[in-house]
């Protein structure tokens, strides 16, 4: 089975809400929420994957300092398995922005078990819960 290395981040506001998107229509897991981020591409670190991610997908600029490794994910999908960090960050420059037509939502931690997620997303809850309570 084929391992996939896919990065997450969960963007933290000063009211301790999380950012998450919904997958658009066309994509793999359409109409699921999820934390943004995004493959690994080869011969690129985790930190360098996201920061990429993040300034592709929401047009925001974090530095890796800033990225704080809190938990990951480990799913097996029917044709590979899925290996995913989550870092949380509390620090980035410029506005959110939904550069690849995707909705986004920012929620209490305890709000996310209401959203229809991925399989290996909704693991990830209660580790954010703990750190944000």
Same mark, same amino acid.
């Given at each position: 089975?084929?391992?996939?290395? /896919? =990065?997450? =981040?969960?963007?933290?506001?000063?009211?301790?809400?999380?950012? /998450?998107?919904?997958?658009? *229509?066309?994509?793999?897991?359409?109409?699921?929420?999820?934390? !943004?981020?995004?493959? /690994?591409?080869?011969?690129?670190? !985790?930190?360098?994957?996201?920061?990429? *991610?993040?300034? *592709? *997908?929401?047009? /925001?600029?974090?530095?890796? !300092?800033?990225?704080?490794?809190?938990?990951? +994910? @480990?799913?097996?999908?029917?044709?590979?398995?899925?290996?995913? !960090?989550?870092?949380?960050?509390?620090?980035?420059?410029? @506005? =959110? =922005?939904?550069?690849?037509?995707? +909705?986004l939502k920012w929620l209490h931690p305890h709000k996310l078990?209401?959203?229809?997620?991925p399989s290996a997303d909704a693991p990830l809850i209660p +580790?954010?819960?703990?750190?944000?309570?």
């Amino acid at each position: 089975m084929r391992l996939l290395l /896919v =990065v997450a =981040v969960a963007l933290i506001d000063a009211d301790h809400r999380v950012l /998450v998107a919904q997958r658009p *229509e066309g994509k793999q897991l359409a109409g699921l929420w999820e934390f !943004p981020g995004g493959k /690994v591409d080869a011969g690129e670190r !985790p930190e360098q994957a996201l920061i990429r *991610e993040l300034r *592709e *997908e929401l047009g /925001v600029e974090v530095k890796e !300092p800033c990225l704080a490794p809190l938990t990951f +994910a @480990s799913h097996a999908y029917d044709d590979f398995h899925l290996l995913m !960090p989550l870092y949380a960050c509390y620090r980035w420059q410029g @506005s =959110v =922005v939904a550069r690849e037509g995707q +909705a986004l939502k920012w929620l209490h931690p305890h709000k996310l078990r209401e959203l229809p997620m991925p399989s290996a997303d909704a693991p990830l809850i209660p +580790a954010l819960i703990d750190l944000l309570a």
